[in-house]
């Protein structure tokens, strides 16, 4: 993959988020949702690393790593739009969606509480000799639940196949990380594991795509879990209805100079521009198909709202 | 064929049977391969299957039961032990929100075919932290089945049930039943999920009762038998699902009902029951319901202290006495 396939997936994530929040705003989307505007290198360069069977866990905020995994563009917006989605039936929405038909064993809105989970599958992978790795992906605030802690440790003393992005876009929900911990990286907690861990710039999908892919090798030759904390910004709020008051004057303003596409794009000449420019109409049409073949997808029929409980 | 086992031989047997016939089925908990259990209820596993099938965990049950669910939705049959019921408090965001709920939040594409395997209930001296019998918090879980092995029989039975259910299941057993000894079927074929049983038939009032409770009810009505009270026992046996037909069946006969368990009163499951019979049996009834249940407290460590608070078989016969007098 180039710049310009990470740049296109980028910007379908990107675009995907915009029009969902358009969406969002005329009413179409029921209920909350948390985006990842400006963290979109992260999951792209991430799911680079990943092959067919690798399972991947993401958290509320895990609507790029849905798309960069593969997941239907439709099939989320009708998910979202509270439909009868070939994903989760309208069951699960924007921050508990999932599709195991990519693998995707899906978000959380529940803090830190897939790491268990995708530790399950990591164990999976160890026990039956698949080959397969787990990836899971947290932001900066779950790493002081106590279920995150349980499952490192876990992954650590059973050596498997297990890896852990951590997104630190440097709030904790509406909180400064800053001061929420004591380190000045949280990978400084993987000593506390005897896990390895490295530092990468999260807005720059290649340096993203060398940590995860050392990760996924180290964890697919048997060699247990890493941590690859990615530095990078929210462009946005927390959740759709959060003014950021809390947020210093610039901050946002600067972020979107050092977000992911607005990179690429400074660094472009006339004719990658131009080629840029044609990957937004593209993506933009893409998703407007999407956006419509959502809108025809039924809602789901009430009389089905007992079905599901058990097998 | 028929062997006569303790109960917590029984557990053994069953998942003896379960790894052995399943090699999707792994065992893994707090101290349960080398040392084989604190109870002895994994006793010879780990030599026998080895750590690639039953393995000992931190102490983490948060941990291992998402890793349990995780382990699940990709493909293996998990049982995970909490080694006291109490323990299953601290994992509570695993199994509610997490376990009982990625089926159906799905729509039916993820599946969690998973046993947390638990014991609980009081015994003498144990404090409030080791003496929960949280089967309530369970049964009001959508998504979850729950299974209260009464005996060394069903012990075996019903963890059977468990590990080849595609749905999760909490096993609870009784601690204070684990020494005791019974007919265990082991050539029995594997029941499908649910079902209460009459263990006792009787014509003038209805107790139904699960878990150590069963027992108490089956020496109260041996009691009541000689005070010319015939007492018929239902053991409930799973609440989720519940078959209450059984026990709607069993009020018509009898016209009275009492609800023993040993959980505090407010809030435990046979309020569930008695809701339910003062609905779909209220013409059948001809006494008030009973309730027989432990009085709202933490459970106190002294036995001193223990004797009035949990219920027993003279507790049972005295709320039967006041149900048939009514």
């Known amino acids: 993959m180039g710049q310009l396939d990470d740049y296109r997936l980028m910007a379908r994530i990107r675009r995907f988020e915009e029009r969902l929040t358009a969406l969002k705003d005329a009413g179409e989307i029921p209920g909350s949702i948390h985006l990842c505007n400006g963290q979109e290198a992260i999951p792209v360069g991430a799911c680079r690393a990943l092959r067919d069977g690798d399972h991947v866990t993401a958290t509320y905020r895990g609507h790029g790593w849905a798309i960069a995994r593969g997941v239907d563009l439709a099939g989320l917006f009708a998910e979202m739009m509270g439909r009868d989605s070939a994903l989760c039936g309208g069951r699960a929405a924007s921050p508990y969606l999932s599709d195991p038909g990519r693998w995707f064993v899906g978000e959380n809105s529940i803090v830190g509480a ?19 790795v787990s990836v899971v992906s947290i932001g900066d605030g779950a790493m002081n639940q106590g279920n995150v802690h349980e499952a490192l440790n876990l992954a650590a003393v059973l050596d498997l196949p297990l890896v852990l992005v951590v997104e630190n876009n440097v709030y904790s929900e509406m909180s400064r990380i800053s001061d929420m911990v004591r380190v000045k990286q949280l990978a400084e907690r993987a000593a506390g594991y005897g896990l390895p861990a490295r530092v990468v710039d999260g807005n720059d999908p290649d340096a993203v795509a060398e940590a995860v892919t050392e990760a996924v090798d180290r964890a697919r030759e048997g060699s247990g879990p890493s941590i690859v ?28 100079q050092r977000e992911p596409l607005a990179r690429i794009r400074q660094a472009a000449d006339a004719d990658l ?7 937004d109409a593209e993506v933009a049409a893409e998703i407007e198909t999407a956006v419509t073949a959502a809108r025809a997808v039924p809602h789901p029929d009430p009389a089905t709202a007992e079905e599901h409980v058990y097998v | 064929m028929s062997e006569s086992l303790r109960y917590i031989q029984a557990v053994n047997a069953a998942l003896t049977w379960a790894l052995d016939s399943r090699t999707d089925t792994i065992y893994f908990g707090e101290d349960v391969a080398l040392p084989g259990g604190p109870f002895g209820a994994t006793k010879g596993l780990h030599k026998r299957f080895g750590s690639e099938r039953i393995f000992d965990t931190p ?40 376990i009982a709920t990625i089926h159906y939040s799905s729509a039916g594409r993820w599946k969690a075919p998973l046993v947390i395997r638990m014991q609980q209930g009081y015994s003498p001296g144990a404090c409030a932290q080791h003496s929960h019998s949280p089967e309530a918090y369970f049964a009001h879980t959508p998504g979850l089945r729950v299974a209260l092995p009464a005996t060394p029989d069903d012990a075996y039975q019903m963890l059977r049930t468990a590990v080849v ?10 601690r204070m039943l684990y020494p005791t000894r019974g007919p265990v079927r082991t050539d029995a074929p594997v029941e499908p999920v649910g079902g209460a049983r009459v263990v006792r038939p009787g014509t003038d009032v209805t107790v139904v009762a699960w878990s150590r409770m069963v027992s108490a009810a089956l020496d109260a009505a041996g009691t009541l038998a000689e005070e010319g009270i015939d007492v018929e026992v239902v053991d409930l046996r799973w609440l989720n699902p519940l078959d209450f ?73 005295d709320a039967v006495r006041r149900t048939v007098r009514a």
């Open chain 1, 114 to 132: 897939g790491v268990p989970i995708a530790t399950g599958a990591a164990l999976t992978a160890q026990r039956t000799g698949s080959g397969a």
């Open chain 1, 229 to 256: 904390e990615a530095m990078t910004e929210r462009l946005v709020g927390h959740y759709s209805g959060d003014v950021q008051h809390y947020r210093p004057a610039g901050e946002i303003a600067a972020a979107r």
């Open chain 1, 273 to 279: 521009t131009a080629r840029l420019d044609a990957i």
């Open chain 2, 59 to 98: 102490v983490s049950e948060t941990g291992f039961l998402g890793m349990a669910l995780g382990a699940a939705m990709t493909g293996l049959r998990p049982i995970a032990e909490i080694m006291y019921a109490d323990f299953s408090f601290v994992a509570m965001d695993q199994i509610v929100n997490q």
């Open chain 2, 165 to 174: 259910s595609d749905d999760p299941v909490v096993v609870a057993e009784a």
């Open chain 2, 245 to 317: 037909d059984t026990v709607a069946a069993s009020v018509a006969r009898t016209g009275r009902l009492v609800v023993a368990h040993e959980a505090n009163l407010t809030g435990g499951f046979g309020a569930e029951i008695a809701a339910r019979a003062a609905t779909e049996c209220f013409t059948d009834l001809r006494a008030p319901i009973a309730r027989v249940a432990a009085p709202d407290v933490p459970m106190p460590a002294a036995p001193a202290l223990q004797a009035v608070v949990v219920p027993e078989a003279a507790t049972v016969a």
